[in-house]
């Protein structure tokens, strides 16, 4: 589904990512994991578009379609999903006419009908069940005044919404306290199926007791330097990242 | 070409002005000739050089008379979904025979009641285009809401402008409202020239006690205006007086919008947009004056500003010494587009009492990119994300406007003008 070969990107150029390999199958949760400024949430970004990144090196096959040739609506449209770090907080802007836009517009690229308001609401009432959030929060402006808690909730209603094949979570644990953290873990869990496919980053261990992942990728310094299983993350929960730090700066100095 | 620094520039209009009003005019036009019209480094038209502009684009200094408006026009030029009065006018001078006839009201020219206190509320010696207006203006009206008379449907002012190479049209409205009177106003012109003009209007509103009165303006007429106003307003005690003032287009805009809060409890609101683009300038300078204790003014004046346009914002608050309790609030933000697109902003308060709430905030910056991006992420076209950015800036003083129909109007013109242009 989505294969990642030798991804470098920089900003304002400094390098972040510095070859990055990965392979996603439909039906995966893969975990990526690592200390502060590894370059995670640039893997994320980069993946969904963020313009200020720029992509020096490599490539990223998404479904047969070179993914950084595309606009990031497009991206989207075509399956890809980012549930934000930080969610932006937009006044005036309506959750309900936003969402209305973007599925409607999703639902164009990918020749369905559009909904119109009555099928939309029956579709947000439905969703809104698999992540608790209350129909009051959504007549509000786009996050505004949202908890932290709300904000992630919301990401992954959106989510939920646009029917996404590959969701990338970007530190949605970050913050949560744990009711929160099981309802969006719940939500995430719910929407999983065979045909797609889940990356979860994170900093902590702890949403992956939750979101179970079938892989767990460590990112330092731009590069993924250890691969495994869920176990892997249990050993960076006891242990921390200085050793897997120490054993790539070792190998560097040699 | 004509020198507008010379004082004897707009001879040509001053000596053509009616005989009526003839102590009125004549204290104008001293004070007009004292002041001239300001010069580049007048402070207060420092950003907005109309006399230079004029002096570039003006060749005849001469009144525009008044011209046949068919039923058809007007008919024609009242915007969708309105329903009220509509007031005509045809280059200032107002049309009763194309007007509602308002059972209780009290509409007729300004030239048949020469007893009316003109200049009492816009003074001359404030504002060397009021003062050349007040000399020199050709005919107007006058408008007289009485007392306990709660006028449901709006007034539609609907001015048709037509001059020839380049004249000057004055309009000029006076408009009292009498004790516990409710009152709307839609404010619009229609630009009938084919050349550049220059439109110089007054409006003054007297106010009794516990009145509510709304202005709304649209300044949507072209290309071609060069345009100063003078609106200026006396609110007296337990009153409402709310200002909604939306610039779309305009070779340059200049709007003098002043409130004068006279008896306590009174509340001031100024609120405007202004969307501009290509090389319109447009200049809105508010000055509110709490004289009293226990009144309240709020203001929030947004633009977004594309191409080359300019925008200017200008806010007095004055707050007097016997003013104590006082709530002032303002706000000026502004979004550029482009990097041609200029904006000067400058809040200027002035406070003398020591007991009082005031604040003031202005902001100009670019579309919020991050913003953008979370509407892009979720499958949302960049265009129309930004338009949908745009709009939800823009609809923060549109939902000021409590007139339904003109509400509508305007953020139709708002969300074209963004989904289009911007």
Known sequence: MLSIKNLHASIEGTPILRGINLEVKPGEVHAIMGPNGSGKSTLASVLAGREEYEVTEGEVIFQGKDLLELSPEDRAREGVFLAFQYPVEIPGVSSTNFLRTAVNQVREYRGLEPLDAVKFLSLMKEKMKLVEIDQKLLSRSLNEGFSGGEKKRNEIFQMAMLEPTLSILDETDSGLDIDALRIVSNGVNQLKSDKTATIVVTHYQRLLDYIVPDFVHVLYKGRIVKSGTKELALELEEKGYDWIKDEVDSKATV | ?422
């Open chain 2, 1 to 422: 070409m004509s020198t507008l620094t010379k004082q004897d520039t707009f001879n040509s209009i001053l000596e053509g002005a009616p005989k009526n009003f003839e102590s009125e005019r004549t204290l104008a036009k001293e004070s007009y000739f004292a002041q001239g019209l300001p010069a580049l480094k007048a402070e207060e038209y420092k950003f907005t050089s109309i006399a230079k502009k004029l002096e570039q684009t003006i060749e005849n200094f001469s009144s525009a008379q008044a011209f046949e408006v068919s039923d058809e026009l007007v008919k024609s030029s009242i915007y969708p979904g309105f329903e009220g009065n509509v007031l005509v006018f045809s280059n200032g001078k107002f049309l009763p025979e194309l007007s509602s006839n308002i059972e209780g009201l009290e509409i007729s020219a300004l030239s048949e009641k020469p007893e009316t206190a003109i200049g009492s509320i816009a003074k001359v010696e404030k504002d060397a285009f009021a003062a050349l207006n007040q000399a020199s203006f050709v005919d107007g009206a006058f408008i007289s809401v009485p007392k306990k008379s709660q006028v449901e449907k709006p007034f539609l002012l609907l001015s048709f402008n037509k001059s020839n190479e380049g004249q000057v049209i004055q309009p000029r409205i006076w408009i009292e409202a009498g004790d516990f009177a409710e009152v709307t106003f839609i404010d619009q012109s229609v630009d009938l020239s084919e050349t550049s003009y220059f439109l110089n209007k007054v409006i003054e509103i007297k106010g009794g006690v516990n009145t509510h009165i709304r202005y709304y303006r649209i300044q949507n007429e072209g290309k071609n205006s060069i345009e100063v106003s003078n609106i200026e307003t006396d609110i007296q005690q337990d009153s409402r007086f709310t200002s909604v003032n939306i610039s779309l287009s305009g070779d340059m805009v200049r709007n003098n919008l002043n409130l004068n809060l006279l008896g306590s409890n009174s509340e001031g609101n100024m609120y405007g947009l202004y969307l501009l683009n290509g090389k319109t300038h447009v200049d809105n300078h508010t000055n509110v004056d709490h004289t009293i204790p226990h009144a309240e003014s709020n203001e929030l004046y947004k633009g977004i500003l594309a191409d080359q346009s300019r925008g200017v914002f200008n806010g007095k608050i004055f707050v007097r010494q016997d003013a104590q309790k006082t709530n002032a609030f303002q706000q000026n933000n502004n979004i550029l587009l482009s990097e041609d697109a200029v904006v000067n902003t400058k809040p200027q308060l002035e406070i003398w009492a020591d007991d009082v709430k005031c604040s003031h905030g202005c902001t100009t910056g670019q579309l919020d990119e991050e913003a953008l991006f979370y509407l892009q992420a979720r499958g949302i076209d960049k265009t129309q994300a930004k338009g949908l950015l745009l709009y939800a800036f823009a609809g923060e003083v549109l939902e000021h406007i409590e007139e339904d129909s003109f509400r509508e109007y305007c953020i139709s013109l708002v969300q074209e003008r963004l989904g289009s242009k911007f």
